[in-house]
């Protein structure tokens, strides 16, 4: 069993900052990609950012250039910097991990999903 808890979450107005963190405790093995993901009501969940062991990332096309995300593998942490906050970036988000970054974006996820972290931007 693997828990993730996410956090960092908050209101902030349009043009702001937030920095996301995941961490994941409990029987965790080589994790070569992790990711961030958001989640609106009637939405699917969707990928925003990947990062492998290597330290490789895609990001989704809205959030490239202000989202950017990091890991520290020691930890089985994972971190999203998000700048330029904009309303449509209000989400939950949620971070997971994948056997390899090409899976990500289709939700072949490794671990059951947390809570998340809202986040809402204020226009």
């Known amino acids: 069993q693997v828990q993730v808890v996410e956090s960092g979450g908050g209101l902030v107005q349009a043009g702001g900052s937030l920095r996301l963190s995941c961490s994941a405790s409990?029987?965790?093995?080589?994790?070569?990609?992790m990711g961030w993901f958001r989640q609106t009501p009637g939405k699917q969940r969707e990928l925003v950012a990947a990062?492998?062991?290597?330290?490789?990332?895609n990001y989704a096309d809205s959030v490239k250039g202000r989202f950017t995300i990091s890991r520290d593998n020691a930890k089985n942490t994972v971190y999203l910097q998000m700048n330029s906050l904009k309303p449509e970036d209000t989400a939950v988000y949620y971070c997971?991990?994948?056997?390899?970054?090409?899976?990500?974006?289709?939700?072949?996820?490794?671990?059951?999903w947390g809570q998340g972290t809202q986040v809402t931007v204020s226009s």
């Open positions: 997971n991990a994948g056997s390899n970054i090409d899976v990500l974006p289709r939700r072949w996820v490794l671990w059951s």
């Open positions: 990062i492998t062991s290597g330290g490789n990332t």
């Open positions: 409990g029987r965790i093995f080589s994790i070569n990609a």
